[in-house]
Structures are given as C-alpha cells and as structure tokens.
C-alpha cells in the first residue's frame, strides 16, 4: 500500500529523493520512535505514515522504537496498542521491535565515556536550583559550584546514583557544554536521573534513567538510522543532539529533520490533556469514538486508508501553527466508505406506517444490491409487510414548499419498494403522533405512478423483521476550533455537551449479523460502524463515523 502522491506537499520526501538521484545516499533507514506512556493520535498517524511511507518509497527501511526512558508512565498496555495501531494503519517495521533500554548499557558506557573525558559531571543541585542557575532567553546561566568535581570523583558519584544509594532528586549527570549558550538547550543538560522505579522491560536493573536528548540521537546512531525526523519543537534541541554525535565514540551520524505537527480543528493531541480525559471519565477510555487515537478512530469506523489519504493530503512542511479543518479528515473517510460501504437501511426516529390496503399476514421480499456500484458487494434481501418503519423527519402534518417528503394527502416512494400516500393521522390523548395510516400503489413496483410525479424516496424497515439497534451520534469533542489556545483557560470549558447523543433505531435484517467494525452506509442517513466491544442489551450497536454531506469538497470547488 504506497502512500506517495506528487500532488501532496512533503519537502523532506523531495530532499530524500535529491539525495538518493545524486548519489549523497544509497538507501535511508527511519524509525518511529514512541512513548509508551498513552494511546497514538491523530498526529502521530501523521509520523507514521512518513517514516514508514519513506521507506516504503525508497526502498529503506523504518524501525519501531519504544522510547522508555519514563518507567513511572510507562505500561505494557500502551506498547501493545501503539503496535496494533501501526500494523492496522497497514506498515511493517523492520526487524524486531526495539526499545531505548535495549541501549542502556552503551548510553552508560557512552555516559562514563563523557565523565571520563572531562564532558560531564555529577550535580548535587536541587531541580529548583537547577532551573533557576540555568539562567533565561536574555540572561547567560551561572556554573554549578559542582561543575569542576574530578573525573574520578564523578566516575565514582555516578556508579554509587546507578546503584541506588542516593534519592530521586538528590543528583543528576549534567553534560559540560556552555552556561553562556544562546540555546538553552545547551545550558549543561541533564544526561541521568536518579529513578527508582520498576521497568517493564528491564525491571529493577537500573536506578537512574537517561534523558530523551541523550538517548534519541545515540539510539538512532546505533541502529544506522539516517533521517531522524521529528515535529518542529525538537528543533531547538537539534544542535544538542548533534553535539552527543560529535563528541562520542557513536557508530553512524544520522541527520535531524523537523516537520510541522499536525493541528486539527475541534481537537487537542497532549498525551497529558488525553489522559486527563480518560482519568476524568469524560470520554469512554482511550478508544472512544471521540478521541483523535487511532484506536478511537478505528473504533468510530475510520479506514487505515482513510487516514493515510488525510495525512497525505496535509502534507508535511516547515510551516508551523496552521489550523487543518478537521472537514478534511471527514472529507478522507465519506471518500472512502462511499466507494467501498454497503449499503442498508435504519430508522433512527421509528413512525410506525400501516400500509392499509395490505392483509395483515401480508409479507414479499425485494431483492436489492449491497452497493450500488459494486457486484462484488452481493444483494442484500428487505422483507415488505403491512407495518413499516419510517423516520419521524420523514412526515410533517403541514410541510413548507419543497418538503418532498411524506404528509397527509402527498405520496412517496418507499425505497426500493413502492409508491405510498398518507391517507390518515392517529394521534394519542396528548395529540402526539403514534401512526401513520398509508396506502400502497401496488402498479408503482420498479416504475412511476401513472399521470403523477412523485419525487420523495424514504428510506423503512419491516416491524416484524426489524433488527433493533443502538445507535450513538458522535460529533465534535470540543465545540471550539482550538480548544488549547488560551494558554490561562481550561481547555474543558469547551467541551461539546452534544458530542454524543444514543438512540434506539431499527435497521434491516442484513444487519442482524454485523461483524464488529464493519461499516455501512445508511442510506439517507449516514456512514456508520459496528462498535468493535458492544452489543447493548441484546441490541447491536452501531457508531456514526460521519453524515453524507461533504462540506469540505464542496469548499474546494467552490475555491
């Protein structure tokens, strides 16, 4: 499955291809390199498909990395989702997975490597200190008082901090670069710190854990990693990484690249405000249909080449900061299921019809494609008895002009079936409408009444042969385009109180047996799925992935 499309933005696809035509690089090698501390989003599909999708265009390779340098947030829960996510999007890492700790060993010896050569050294200042000696944008750092231990007396500090004879916070490993750097990034940073916490691949080997910055770029040196490509806020930290590969005994010298992050409207991507929506309750767990996770995304009935068509149409620039409209990824997804869903029908608001000039034991089948475009989608069978199913939306006592739909007097088509007119109104004490009392044109099967127009089509399903079904109605989580934005704000503030609405329906009998996750169009109404863990009281239960009409296409056409 190639993701590359020339029409798509992707200057690091463009420079891969310069380097390989002049003969500056024979094959590249990337890796994807997540935390395991929460579920893979939206955004993190947008890395995916660009490691992946390089080396899959070129010929190279992609790694999977776990980056567990954080036990304290790391489960092996995470690890599994994230890789169920990567091979249902449809990519296959090369080898074996591979974790950070695999390294540990080396980053120590590569850290003694630094103590050794008069490039590091053990701090006793608090965190607090640490910050506050480290000095600003405008004001230079001041040296730890720390800074000129010995090699030898820092050789040893740091083997006692690996043994766990001192407490979190008490001492860390600081590179020796420059207080007085313009970056801040090169203020003497934190290489080791003391952790004692159980790790899930390790277990209680280590008391102290190395920091992201020393251990991305040695890993990716390790493993022959070429293009390490990351989002822009790891800009700022790539002269670091390319001081640890100048300054260590490290076997390849792969490249740092920044891209912009993926900013989709209605949505947030923290891992930390995700997980606040899980702990809270606010959401059902990481996969609910809501979040902008993979999982949550696959659960909702999202495609792994709808999303890879998104992330192709976005694109990959330097140019941060801009909002992508999340119609585009709605766009991605009706695209694809109006090309490979079948078809069915459910009512979502149930009128119950009497068609009156049928008897009661009354009952013919219709035989009717599962898509109207695909043979290889089969037929699907729809029982017509004298009691229907219709959507309440569907009738109106006193329609405006252009209501092409049913009232008292007018006629409609039922789809796929015949022609019908209301011919009386029953109503309980309340004068609510309990039925609808309709006769059937029984000469209007395949072809129009005689001497009259009909233009209304409905969608129904049989009473007695209907599949009842729970349906949930997803919309945006936040009702605002950036939710984050204001920095001071809470972002729960904006959440969208009708995000989900469930209700009771009745679908066809070709739903009776739906596979979880099988996604459908309900004609008239929507794309839907089957929800991968439920089936609600005996009741099959289907979330809407999104409505019919495609607001951002019509957009670009009108652009």
Known sequence: MSVDSHSAPNFIRNQVREEIEAGRQDTIVTRFPPEPNGFLHIGHAKSICLNFGLAEQFGGQCH?????????KEEQAYIDAIKADITWLG????????YASDYFDQLYAWAQYL???GKAYVDDLSPDEIREYRGTLTESGTPSPYRDRTPDENLDLLERMRTGEFAEGEKVLRAKIDMAASNINLRDPILYRVRHAHHHQTGDKWKIYPSYDFTHGQSDAIEGVTHSICTLEFEDHRPLYDWFLENLPVPAKPRQIEFARLNLAHTVTSKRKLKLLVDQGIV????????????????????????RKFCEMIGVTRADGGMVDIAMLYHAIRSDLEDNAPRAMCVLKPLKVVLTNLPEDHQETFEVAGHPARDDMGVRHLPLTREVWIDHDDFMEEPPKKFFRLAPGKEVRLRNAYVIRCDEVIKDADGEIQELRCSVDLDTLGKNPEGRKVKGVIHWVSTSHAVPVEVRLYDNLFQVEAPDRDRDGDFLEHLNPESLRIVEGYAEPSLANAEPESRYQFERVGYFCADRHECRDGKRVFNRTVGLKDGWAKAQKKG
């Open 284 to 307: 059902d767990g990481w996969d609910d249909p809501r979040m902008p996770t993979i999982s949550g995304m696959r659960r909702r009935g999202y495609t792994p080449d709808s999303v």
């Open 91 to 98: 990519f296959e890492w090369d080898g074996a997975v591979r």
């Open 115 to 117: 103590v050794r050569e």
């Open 64 to 72: 999977l990395r776990f980056d567990d340098t954080n036990p304290a």
